[in-house]
Nanobody, 121 residues
Framework: QVQLVESGGGLVQAGGSLRLSCAAS????????MGWYRQAPGKQRELVAT???????SYADSNKGRFTISTDNTKNTVYLQMDSLKPEDTAIYYC???????????????WGQGTQVTVSS
């Protein structure tokens, strides 16, 4: 009953910016954390950034100072503002969220379908 819908991916030149959005919908009791992972061709999926319900943020070293993660809790939406993009940022970006659907259930991890980000040199 939970789905994550992503938007904002696309093609951008090096040095440009994109903002990714991911909205969680369905039966949601609480969200413990939301974030972004990415997977480039030939590489494993890696953490980009996360934010917890207490607003604690974490970033991969490769994007610190360039990416900013934030949430709109009233909309169950997480954003990833990406500035000063580099060709190395090219990947499929996946939204994830740790969500509890009922008070008596444990948190489970949900994934979006992914959105392509391509940065040209």
């Amino acid at each position: 009953q939970v789905q994550l819908v992503e938007s904002g991916g696309g093609l951008v030149q090096a040095g440009g910016s994109l903002r990714l959005s991911c909205a969680a919908s369905g039966t949601i009791n609480s969200i413990n954390a939301m974030g972004w992972y990415r997977q480039a061709p030939g590489k494993q999926r890696e953490l980009v950034a996360t934010i917890t319900s207490s607003s604690t943020t974490s970033y991969a070293d490769s994007n610190k100072g360039r990416f900013t993660i934030s949430t709109d809790n009233t909309k169950n939406t997480v954003y990833l503002q990406m500035d000063s993009l580099k060709p190395e940022d090219t990947a499929i970006y996946y939204c994830h969220a740790q969500i509890r659907t009922r008070t008596w259930r444990s948190y489970e991890l949900y994934w979006g379908q992914g959105t392509q980000v391509t940065v040209s040199s």
